[in-house]
T-cell receptor, first 113, second 115 residues
Framework: DAKTTQPNSMESNEEEPVHLPCNHS???????IHWYRQLPSQGPEYVIH???SNVNNRMASLAIAEDRKSSTLILHRATLRDAAVYYCILFLQGSSNTGKLIFGQGTTLQVKP | NAGVTQTPKFQVLKTGQSMTLQCAQD?????MYWYRQDPGMGLRLIYYSASEGTTDKGEVPNGYNVSRLNKREFSLRLESAAPSQTSVYFC??????????????FGPGTRLTVL
């Protein structure tokens, strides 16, 4: 399984944008890039995913480098509720669209009021 | 809809005891998963079931067994608990669609301590 590398921790101020980087230099052509986050004392929750093009949804944006060796999760305006561990995961979609997620250590995001 | 439910929420075992963690989902998902999360660490996949009737090993399957009882339920069994199995256990289910979409929905977790 291809690996990802993320900073252990980052800080942000409330109401400011946050850019969470992820390196995945061994990504294969068929790996999707997924992001999950885990709020304190909860299970993880899905944030966003993409393959090659940048993606937007109501929670965040995902910017993917042209060579796909890195990506950045963008939270446009951080709130205190966004304080969580953010996981960048490579997902290989198998037969019948199934597959497994391999979580790494993630980035702990602190949001300061 | 309750989503993914897990029982029990907390459990304390003595070394060598056995127990089964229960997981159920009401979202009609085909795939289900068991993870463990040690303090300060990311989640590690124990076993998963891509569809009813199939199970596969994940990253850390040793010491565990699973049963996909039906589409809704996926149980995790510890036959002889060891202190190294002290962890928080999460169950998840997912719907997988084309285009790499594999949103997993997680239960609240079971906090297990093995003395």
């Amino acid at each position: 399984d291809a690996k990802t590398t993320q900073p252990n921790s980052m800080e942000s101020n409330e109401e400011e944008p946050v850019h969470l980087p992820c390196n995945h230099s061994t990504i294969s052509g068929t790996d999707y890039i997924h992001w999950y986050r885990q709020l304190p004392s909860q299970g993880p929750e899905y944030v966003i995913h993409g393959l090659t093009s940048n993606v937007n949804n109501r929670m965040a944006s995902l910017a993917i480098a042209e060579d796909r060796k890195s990506s950045t999760l963008i939270l446009h305006r951080a709130t205190l509720r966004d304080a969580a561990v953010y996981y960048c995961i490579l997902f290989l979609q198998g037969s019948s669209n199934t597959g497994k997620l391999i979580f790494g250590q993630g980035t702990t995001l602190q949001v300061k009021p | 809809n309750a989503g993914v439910t897990q029982t029990p929420k907390f459990q304390v075992l003595k070394t060598g005891q056995s127990m089964t963690l229960q997981c159920a989902q009401d979202m009609n998902h085909n795939s289900m998963y068991w993870y463990r999360q040690d303090p300060g660490m990311g989640l590690r996949l124990i076993y998963y079931s891509a569809s009813e009737g199939t199970t596969d090993k994940g990253e850390v399957p040793n010491g565990y067994n699973v049963s996909r009882l039906n589409k809704r339920e996926f149980s995790l069994r510890l036959e002889s608990a060891a202190p190294s199995q002290t962890s928080v256990y999460f169950c998840a289910s997912s719907v997988s669609l084309a285009g790499g979409y594999n949103e997993q929905f997680f239960g609240p977790g079971t906090r297990l301590t093995v003395l």
